[in-house]
T-cell receptor, first 115, second 112 residues
Framework: SQTIHQWPATLVQPVGSPLSLECTVE??????LYWYRQAAGRGLQLLFY??????ISSEVPQNLSASRPQDRQFILSSKKLLLSDSGFYLC??????????????FGPGTRLTVL | DAKTTQPNSMESNEEEPVHLPCNHSTISGTDYIHWYRQLPSQGPEYVIH???SNVNNRMASLAIAEDRKSSTLILHRATLRDAAVYYCILRDGWTGANNLFFGTGTRLTVIP
């Protein structure tokens, strides 16, 4: 069966510090991968998605970047965190091979607080 | 992706049916209707999706209006574990990356 892992689970970082959040998927190949952010009391915002290694699409301009160095690894980064980067970060995957309506499976999330 | 409109919150008594509405008047012919829910402090989980016909699965039923401009997620017997934020999302069936654009959803409170 497929599983998705995210770490760390929680993170407290000072403003201006770098960020690296990691997401890995097991039990599937060539998944579509996604990063979402949920600010306190708000809905989910799609940040990045990837349909393959090295292929990253950004949905909104921001202080963050994403990379996909391996098929089942998706990394969210920032060189200098802002207070507005605080939120609940969720990684998700979907099957990239069998059509356009596959459900997305979400990881447990990382709660980031920038102070 | 077309926009959806949902009530901000709803309440239901435990073990009673719940009907969660969603309006999507600008839906296109290739848009699928997806429902996800998010339990507190967790990532969203898939509930159900459909295109034109009503759909049933072990979690819920999806009733789609004949003109497809609205739909209703039906939980047949609400339990305390069903308390969550429910998102109604339209997804273009031709988009390759399965992007989902979440709104603010409906927060369902289940009363014991």
């Amino acid at each position: 069966s497929q599983t998705i892992h995210q770490w760390p689970a929680t993170l407290v970082q000072p403003v201006g510090s770098p960020l690296s959040l990691e997401c890995t998927v097991e039990g599937t190949s060539n998944p579509n991968l996604y990063w979402y952010r949920q600010a306190a009391g708000r809905g989910l915002q799609l940040l990045f998605y990837s349909v393959g290694i090295g292929q990253i699409s950004s949905e909104v301009p921001q202080n963050l970047s994403a990379s996909r160095p391996q098929d089942r690894q998706f990394i969210l980064s920032s060189k200098k965190l802002l207070l507005s980067d605080s939120g609940f970060y969720l990684c998700a995957w979907s099957d990239g091979s069998t059509g356009a309506n596959n459900e997305q499976f979400f990881g447990p999330g990382t709660r980031l607080t920038v102070l | 992706d077309a926009k959806t409109t949902q009530p901000n919150s709803m309440e239901s008594n435990e073990e009673e049916p719940v009907h969660l509405p969603c309006n999507h008047s600008t839906i296109s012919g290739t848009d699928y209707i997806h429902w996800y829910r998010q339990l507190p402090s967790q990532g969203p989980e898939y509930v159900i999706h459909g295109l034109t016909s009503n759909v049933n699965n072990r979690m819920a039923s999806l009733a789609i209006a004949e003109d497809r401009k609205s739909s209703t997620l039906i939980l047949h017997r609400a339990t305390l574990r069903d308390a969550a934020v429910y998102y109604c999302i339209l997804r273009d069936g031709w988009t390759g990356a399965n992007n989902l654009f979440f709104g603010t959803g409906t927060r369902l409170t289940v009363i014991p």
